[in-house]
């Protein structure tokens, strides 16, 4: 379909030719068609005149309404093919009585514009015929509900809107029809414009009240005081439409040619063709019309198609549900009366209402009635106890006429003024009874007042009493739990307060720390890579001679080797050479008789063997390490698996405390490198 309404023409000498053939070659391999008979249905129109066939070339206008109702068609035979394979689906059975089918009216309700034309009067038309359907099944149900009860219902009537179908599809003391006079029109030649005025004026002449004519009129037509030669006026049942007739006979004509219509049967692909064959009807397949000039007209399909439709909700038993918009701004809370109003007019309701009240609008069930209504008896009234006897004696009551309600087998039906004043009768007896039974309870309230007093006060002294314990009772439980929270406040503040102050101890002790040893969080071998780092700036100052910035950086070099001497690791080799430098120091210094010296010198030597007892060397590691792994050995021989995860333990503590020495071996030969 999209493909389709891409395909341009062009006109020279008033004759059509396509522009592009890419997009109606596309569309014809979709749909399995021949591009050359489609291109030769849209750009010409044969007729059969006298036996012959004339092929008409036509105008870029021509052939686009050509196209476009090509394009249409395909749509409407994949839309019908679509309902039809649904119904199909629904059916019960081949052999079962039943139907199922679904029907599809896409339709709007009843049209009244500023300028109403050819589509207002199709809707129209078929609100017509859709609510005389209404109308009618309304007034059967009423019918056979009163015959069924035994009602008579002769004098009840309904407004019956035949005249004005009559006076659009004719029929009925030899009446033509609106849409004849346009199927008459339409066939025509000539000018579109002058067939909608020609139209007009056989219109008003046949049906209208025109001066100079014998014409009685029509009573559902009027004759408008101004542009009767373009507009008319019908009175349909939801009140009078002025249409204009502009483009009447140019929109009922169907553009759709024969020949495109043949074009689906001659597709290579079936779908294609079931589809097709799915919206061409019977009267369509008939050879003699399609060797005429004109064709079925728009109307003429559309009252067809309505007929069927009619003809199947004849064959139902219809619900009608009526929805009312209660505003055109979609807003909740908000009710346009107006609106609301013409939508119950449009839509019929008020003629329902109205057939409703004039029957008998309260259908009450016998049981139902008589112990509802049996209270308006008096007591000195004689009753026997039949529905008959209540009904009798309440008409004379209410001097009221055998029209006004009728008995049924098993209903009582009443007028709707009659239902509200019996509704009224038994709101005013309820009322007269309860005021009875007030004053009795008013008389019983007064005697029991007085010997329930003095037991109400008592009570009442009582829960004073009470109430006071229960107030004192609980403003000492408040002021209780105040002073507990209170005292729980006080305990949390000291103990913010403390957190607090350890919190700033422990800040200003970092900060202390920081300012006393700023290489406190330096680690050996980070020490060693910043000394390092300054010693080759230190050398590149001197190399650079600038002895001044040397001089200033040497110091802090200091600073840094006693740093890393500080924090340098424990080993068996450093500890060897330590004891060994000392002891060499405290021999020079008893040689050279400086006992002061010997002092310190022996401490520091006693401090060094110390240290040296408790670092043991690689091989002592080594030793540890088997001693272990031979525990664990033994305890998983002695099947004592807690013993060998001990020593498990023992020999990974051992190997981490050798890979330790090990790392510790490895720096002092790096420090003697960079010393050398």
């Known amino acids: 379909v999209l493909h389709l309404g891409n395909v341009a023409f062009t006109e020279e000498d008033e004759v059509a030719s396509i522009a592009d053939e890419t997009s109606l070659n596309n569309a014809c391999e979709l749909l399995g ?38 394009a249409k068609m395909t749509y409407r035979s994949l839309f019908l093919w679509l309902v039809q394979r649904v119904n199909t689906t629904l059916t019960i059975s081949d052999d079962s009585d039943e139907l199922a089918f679904i029907g599809v009216l ?70 033509v029809g609106i849409f004849n006079n346009l199927d008459d029109t339409t066939g025509n030649t000539g000018q579109k414009q002058d067939q909608d005025v020609k139209l007009v004026a056989q219109l008003h002449k046949a049906y209208g009240t025109v001066k100079g004519t014998k014409s009685q009129g029509h009573d559902y037509f009027v004759t408008p005081k101004f542009g009767m030669d373009q507009q008319f006026i019908i009175c349909h049942y939801a009140g009078q439409v002025k249409y204009t007739a502009e483009g009447f006979c140019q929109k009922n004509m169907d553009t759709l040619s024969y020949e495109l219509k043949d074009l689906g049967r001659t ?86 209402i109205r057939i409703r009240r004039e029957g008998y609008a309260l259908r009450e069930d016998q049981v139902s009635f008589f112990q509802k209504y049996r209270v308006l008896l008096d007591g000195n009234e004689k009753y026997d106890g039949g529905i008959e006897e209540l009904v009798t004696i309440l008409s004379q009551r209410l001097n009221l006429a055998e029209a006004d309600w009728q008995i049924g087998h098993s209903k009582i039906f009443l007028r709707y003024e009659l239902a509200t004043k019996l509704e009224t009768l038994v709101t005013l007896r309820h009322k007269a009874a309860a005021r009875t039974l007030t004053q009795w309870g008013r008389t019983m309230a007064h005697q029991r007042a007085a010997s329930l007093l003095v037991a109400w006060l008592s009570f009442r002294l009582m829960l004073l009493r009470r109430k006071r314990r229960r107030t004192s009772a609980s403003k000492m439980a408040a002021h209780y739990r105040r002073y507990r929270q209170q005292r729980r406040y006080r305990l949390l503040i000291a103990a913010v307060v403390r957190i607090q102050t350890v919190q700033r101890r422990i800040a200003a002790k970092a900060r202390v720390q920081k300012l006393r040893d700023p290489y406190g969080e330096y680690s050996f071998q980070e020490m060693k890579a910043l000394l390092k780092k300054e010693q080759s700036r230190l050398q590149g100052l001197v190399e650079d001679k600038l002895y001044t910035a040397a001089a200033r950086l040497e110091p802090k070099i200091e600073i840094l080797k006693a740093e890393v001497e500080k924090k340098r690791p424990l080993t068996r080799t450093w500890l060897e050479e330590q004891i060994s430098e000392v002891q060499s120091k405290l021999d020079d210094a008893v040689s050279r008789k400086a006992y002061p010296e010997c002092g310190p010198l022996q401490e520091e030597l006693a401090s060094l063997q110390e240290k040296r007892n408790l670092v043991p060397t690689l091989e002592e590691l080594k030793e540890r390490i088997e001693q272990a792994q031979g525990a664990v050995a033994d305890a998983i021989a002695a099947k004592d698996y807690t013993a060998a995860a001990d020593a498990e333990e023992a020999v990974q503590a051992a190997q981490a405390r050798y890979d330790e020495a090990v790392a510790a071996e490895h720096d002092d030969d790096d420090d003697d490198d960079d010393d050398d």
């Open 33 to 70: 068609l021949d591009p050359a008979k489609v291109k030769e249905a849209i750009l010409t129109k044969q007729l059969n005149v006298g036996g012959k066939i004339i092929s008409k070339p036509q105008t870029t206008s021509q052939a686009e309404e050509k196209r476009n109702a090509l």
């Open 106 to 175: 896409d339709i709007y309700g009843f049209e009244v514009f500023d300028t109403n034309g050819f589509e207002q009067l199709l809707i129209n038309y078929c609100n017509e015929k859709l609510q005389r359907h209404f109308n009618r099944h309304l007034f059967e149900v009423e019918q056979d509900l009163y015959a069924n009860e035994g009602v008579d219902w002769t004098y009840i009537t309904f407004n019956d809107n035949r005249p004005c179908l009559e006076l659009l599809e004719g029929g009925g003391s030899g009446l």
């Open 267 to 352: 597709s290579s692909v079936e779908l294609v063709k079931e589809v097709y064959s799915s919206s061409v009807s019977a009267s369509e397949e008939d050879s003699n019309q399609r060797s005429s000039i004109r064709g079925v007209s728009v109307g003429s399909q559309f009252r067809a198609s309505l007929q069927e439709l009619m003809s199947d909700l004849e064959k139902t038993s219809p619900h009608y549900i009526r929805c009312i918009k209660p505003n055109l701004s979609k807003k909740p809370s908000r009710l346009e009366s107006g609106e609301v109003l013409r939508q119950l007019k449009y839509s019929g309701m008020m003629e329902a």
